[in-house]
T-cell receptor, first 113, second 110 residues
Framework: DQQVKQNSPSLSVQEGRISILNCDYTNSMFDYFLWYKKYPAEGPTFLIS?????DKNEDGRFTVFLNKSAKHLSLHIVPSQPGDSAVYFC????????????FGGGTRLMVKP | DVKVTQSSRYLVKRTGEKVFLECVQD?????MFWYRQDPGLGLRLIYF???????EKGDIPEGYSVSREKKERFSLILESASTNQTSMYLC?????????FGPGTRLTVL
C-alpha cells in the first residue's frame, strides 16, 4: 500500500496562473517532506522541502504547505511558466529511517503558453 | 556541484541475461540508493547502502542484488533479467535527507 500518494496523475495550467500539486501521506512517522522535479531523460532534481515543525516554506515562485492534521502537503507554483512543465514527485522521510525517501507516484504538470 | 553518473542511458538485454548497472558519485557521500521508476508508481527503492560493503533491502529487492566495494561506486545487478524488470533505473546519493540523482538508465528486457 502506497504511504505517499499523489492522486492527480496530470495537471494542465495556463502560463502565469497558479499550479497546485497535492500530496497525501498515511504514516504519521513522516517528519520531513521534499518535492522533486523531473524532466524527461533526466534524473529528478530537488526543488523544495519542509520539516514537520513548519507549515509553510517558500523559495521564490515555489511554496510548500504542510497540514499535519490532514496528512496533506501541497506545492504552489506562482506564476507558472512553460519551463515548469515536468513530472513532480513528493517524497517523505520517517524520523527513524535514516535517509530513506518514500516517493509518491508523481504528477505531470503541463504549463501552456 | 554533486555529480552522479550512470554507466548507460539506454540498455537492451534478453531474458535470462545477467545485467550490471553502474553508478558513480563524486561528492564523497556515504549513502547511495537504487530506484526503479514506473508510470503511476513513482520511484520505488530497490536497495540502499550506508557505507562500503553495507547494503540494505528496500521495498522491492526481489530479483536484484547490489555491490558497494568502493565508497563512490554502487552497482545494481540483475542476476537473470526478466521482462517485468523493464523500467527506468535511477541511482542517487546523499549526505543527509536530500538525494542527488543520476540521469537514469532505461532498461528494456526482451
Amino acid at each position: 500500500d502506497q504511504q505517499v500518494k499523489q492522486n492527480s496523475p496530470s495537471l494542465s495550467v495556463q502560463e502565469g496562473r497558479i499550479s497546485i500539486l497535492n500530496c497525501d501521506y498515511t504514516n504519521s512517522m513522516f517528519d520531513y517532506f521534499l518535492w522533486y522535479k523531473k524532466y524527461p531523460a533526466e534524473g529528478p532534481t530537488f526543488l523544495i522541502s519542509i520539516s514537520s515543525i513548519k507549515d509553510k516554506n517558500e523559495d521564490g515562485r515555489f511554496t510548500v504547505f504542510l497540514n499535519k492534521s490532514a496528512k496533506h502537503l501541497s506545492l504552489h507554483i506562482v506564476p507558472s511558466q512553460p519551463g515548469d512543465s515536468a513530472v513532480y514527485f513528493c517524497a517523505a522521510v520517517k524520523n527513524n529511517a535514516g535517509n530513506m525517501l518514500t516517493f509518491g507516484g508523481g504528477t505531470r504538470l503541463m504549463v501552456k503558453p | 556541484d554533486v555529480k552522479v553518473t550512470q554507466s548507460s542511458r539506454y540498455l537492451v538485454k534478453r531474458t535470462g541475461e545477467k545485467v550490471f548497472l553502474e553508478c558513480v558519485q563524486d561528492m564523497d557521500h556515504e549513502n547511495m540508493f537504487w530506484y526503479r521508476q514506473d508510470p503511476g508508481l513513482g520511484l520505488r527503492l530497490i536497495y540502499f547502502s550506508y557505507d562500503v560493503k553495507m547494503k540494505e533491502k528496500g521495498d522491492i529487492p526481489e530479483g536484484y542484488s547490489v555491490s558497494r566495494e568502493k565508497k563512490e561506486r554502487f552497482s545494481l545487478i540483475l542476476e537473470s533479467a526478466s521482462t517485468n524488470q523493464t523500467s527506468m533505473y535511477l541511482c542517487a546519493s546523499s549526505l543527509y535527507d536530500e538525494q542527488f540523482f543520476g540521469p537514469g538508465t532505461r532498461l528494456t528486457v526482451l
